[in-house]
Nanobody, 123 residues
């Protein structure tokens, strides 16, 4: 089992930045790819960013490319999502997820999930 706990959400204005954190415990963190997903009210959960086990491989959804950066600290068993130039359309609950081996962009590929942290961006 892998336990994931997100933090760092909040209410910000358009153009501001936030950094989300996801602390992992349980299985060997460095064996798991990590992903961030988000779900806005009335919408399906969508892929935001993913990072491979070593941190060298990353993947981003088109709407966040150039604004969001995913990173991981295997020693601290934590994954981060730095979000810059936030927009009202980034408002959602953000979830951290993990899976063995490589990055995946489909939520069903991730067996482990955190409880989510809410991000609200006002215009």
């Amino acid at each position: 089992q892998v336990q994931l706990v997100e933090s760092g959400g909040g209410l910000v204005q358009a153009g501001d930045s936030l950094r989300l954190s996801c602390a992992a415990s349980g299985r060997t963190f460095s064996n798991y790819a990590m992903g961030w997903f988000r779900q806005a009210p009335g919408k399906e959960r969508e892929f935001v960013a993913g990072i491979g086990v070593s941190g060298r491989s990353t993947s981003y959804a088109d709407p966040v490319k150039g604004r969001f950066t995913i990173s991981r600290d295997n020693a601290q068993t934590t994954v981060y999502l730095q979000m810059n130039s936030l927009r009202p359309e980034d408002t959602a609950v953000y979830y951290c997820a993990s899976r063995p081996f490589g990055i995946a962009t489909v939520s069903a590929s991730y067996p482990y999930w955190g409880q989510g942290t809410k991000v609200t961006v006002s215009s």
